[in-house]
């Protein structure tokens, strides 16, 4: 989950088989399978890409629902980005923990790191985050895949 533009679908194709998406197509909602073995155990993964656009907000509130784990995404290139995962984080322990306290799994990623000219975060920021919100976090590219 994260803003529109952020590379959500970029990630989750070059995670999925390890392409790179060269055009921008808004999603609404696109939905990928992926097995591997985790613990040298079979796992499916299934993964929901999200639309970042606030039109299909009410739909983020289902997938919220419905979801057991989450990755936030914001661009290193735009701050406002990391502000919108903040609102969506404040989003999931309302609808997924109405009572405070426990934790939400999930996953902090700035992605663009291959743009360095253009970069208006620093790492120390997303890693203070995560140690707040008691999860990782990772910068990548789904271009350069780092």
């Known amino acids: 989950m994260g803003s529109g533009g ?25 939905s990928y399978r992926k097995q591997f073995s985790v613990d040298n155990q079979p796992c499916l993964l299934e993964i929901l890409d999200t639309a970042g656009i606030d039109q299909y907000l009410t739909l983020n509130d289902m997938f919220i629902r419905e979801s057991e784990g989450f990755v936030l995404v914001f661009s290193l290139c735009q701050r406002d980005t990391f502000e919108e995962i903040i609102r969506t984080y404040e989003a999931i322990r309302r609808i997924k923990l109405p009572e405070g306290n426990q934790i939400v799994p999930l996953v902090i990623v700035g992605n663009k790191s291959d743009l360095i000219d253009e970069r208006e975060f620093d790492t120390t920021e997303g890693e203070k985050l995560a140690m707040e919100w008691k999860c990782s976090y990772y910068e990548t590219s789904a271009v350069s895949k780092p």
């Open 6 to 30: 952020v590379g959500k679908s970029a990630i989750t194709v070059r995670f999925i088989n390890g392409s790179y998406l060269e055009w921008y197509d808004p999603t609404i909602e696109d």
